[in-house]
C-alpha cells in the first residue's frame, strides 16, 4: 500500500499508516471467520490518518478471494 499517493476522505490529509493484525482470537471474536488458513487466521491492514483520527479495516486480498465459497459469509 503506498501512502503517498492516497489522502484521508475524512480531511484530505496525507500522513497515513499502515500496519497488518490478525482478525481476533485470544480472548476477543475472530472478526474475518473461515477466511483464514488452518491455525492461522485471516489478517486485516489497518489504516490511520494521523490528521484526524480515521481508521479503516482492510480484509488482506487472501481472505477477500474466500469470500464468495465461504459457507460463514453471505453477499448483501
Do not use: H
Amino acid at each position: 500500500m503506498n501512502s503517498l499517493n492516497q489522502k484521508c476522505p475524512e480531511c484530505d490529509g496525507r500522513n497515513l499508516f499502515f500496519t497488518e493484525v490478525s482478525s481476533g482470537g485470544g480472548y476477543g471474536p475472530i472478526l474475518l471467520p473461515g477466511l483464514g488458513r488452518l491455525f492461522r487466521l485471516a489478517k486485516f491492514r489497518v489504516l490511520v490518518c494521523e490528521g484526524c483520527g480515521l481508521t479503516r479495516f482492510y480484509a488482506e486480498p487472501n481472505a477477500r478471494a474466500k469470500l464468495p465459497t465461504s459457507r460463514r459469509w453471505s453477499r448483501v
